[in-house]
C-alpha cells in the first residue's frame, strides 16, 4: 500500500471514528441530560450532517446548558440561531434548512409529480396555490404566527424565489412551498384551507 493511500484510510477511519463517537455522546446526552431519547442512527446522522458540513441534522431540542455547548462545539452553525430564537421566546418546532436542501426538494416534487415531500423524519415541504394572498407579503399573512409553518420558496413562472425582500408580493399564478412538521402543515391547512375568502 503507498503512503498517500495509507494516510487516506487513516484519514477515513478517523473521520468514521469521530462520527461515531460524537453519535453516541449525542445520544447518551439526549437521553440523559434532555430525557429525549434518540436511537444510534438518528444520532449518527445529526453527527455525520453536523460534522461534515453537508447539512443540518434537524434535531434543535436542545435545553440542557451541556448539551448547547456540545452541539455548538460540534460546529452545528445553526445552533446559534435557534439558541437566539429560544431566548426571544419562540417555543416551536425550529428548523433550518439550506437553499440547496429547498431546491432538491422542489425538483423532486416537480419530477414526481407531489403536493407534499418528506425532507427528513420530521419535516414536510406542502406545494400550494398563492390564491387569497395576491399582493400581500408573506409575513403581512402570519404564516408562521398562526400555524407554525414557514414559506420557503416561491415558484413564479420559471423562477424558484427563496429570498422575499420588502418590495415583495405574492402573485395569483404563484406557487407556494410551506415548510413544518407534520402538525405545522395540518395547521396551515386547517387555517389557510379557506383562504380565498380572505
Not at 53 to 64: A, E, L, N, V
Request: net charge negative.
Amino acid at each position: 500500500m503507498r503512503r498517500s493511500q495509507k494516510r487516506l484510510l487513516i484519514l477515513a477511519s478517523a473521520m468514521l471514528a469521530l462520527i461515531i463517537a460524537s453519535a453516541l455522546l449525542y445520544m447518551a446526552g439526549m437521553a440523559i441530560l434532555e430525557e429525549k431519547p434518540r436511537d444510534f442512527w438518528r444520532s449518527f446522522a445529526w453527527a455525520g450532517e453536523t460534522l461534515s458540513s453537508t447539512g443540518y441534522g434537524g434535531d434543535s431540542s436542545w435545553d440542557h446548558p451541556a448539551m448547547v455547548i456540545f452541539v455548538v462545539a460540534n460546529g452545528d452553525e445553526n445552533a446559534t440561531a435557534i439558541l437566539a430564537l429560544r431566548q426571544a421566546g419562540f417555543s416551536g418546532d425550529i428548523f433550518a434548512l439550506s437553499i440547496s436542501q429547498v431546491s432538491g426538494q422542489l425538483l423532486a416534487a416537480r419530477l414526481l409529480e407531489r403536493e407534499t415531500i418528506s425532507v427528513d423524519a420530521h419535516l414536510r415541504i406542502l406545494k400550494s396555490t398563492a390564491t387569497g394572498f395576491e399582493g400581500r407579503h408573506p409575513s403581512e399573512l402570519g404564516i408562521r404566527e398562526k400555524t407554525g409553518a414557514s414559506v420557503v420558496a416561491v415558484e413564479r413562472g420559471d423562477d424558484v424565489l427563496v429570498h422575499f425582500d420588502a418590495d415583495f408580493a405574492f402573485a395569483a399564478d404563484d406557487t407556494i412551498y410551506v415548510c413544518g412538521s407534520e402538525n405545522v402543515i395540518e395547521r396551515y391547512l386547517e387555517v389557510f384551507a379557506k383562504r380565498s375568502s380572505t
